[in-house]
């Protein structure tokens, strides 16, 4: 969010969007009595800010990805795939048919 802003002139308000926890997909649902509450003035200034967050994808850095990342690999069940019909040893070790 802080790129979108310091490209459009608003990084004055980086701090205030992170205060209030605003991300990408928040602008797009944000009305211009939002937007202006929150320091985004102009109508252009509005239509800039909603035209980059409307063509610039969440960003992996987020809050929400990160989490979304981090359980994805320490998750020992989102790693694990059994394919049908696939194989796999026992702890004495005879195969075992799925």
């Given at each position: 969010m802080d790129t979108i802003l310091k490209e459009i002139g608003l990084e004055h308000l980086s701090l205030r969007f992170r205060e209030e926890k605003i991300e990408i997909q928040t602008i797009k649902g944000?009305?211009?009595e939002q937007l202006i509450d929150i320091g985004v003035k102009t109508l252009g200034d509005r239509l800039r800010l909603r035209e980059k967050c409307s063509h610039n994808p969440?960003?992996?850095?987020?809050a929400g990805a990160a989490?979304?990342?981090r359980l994805n690999l320490f998750?020992?069940?989102s790693r694990r795939q059994v394919l049908?019909?696939?194989?796999r040893r026992s702890a004495k070790g005879k195969t075992i048919k799925r």
């Open positions: 944000m009305s211009d969440q960003p992996s850095c987020s989490l979304s990342e998750n020992p069940r049908p019909n696939s194989s």
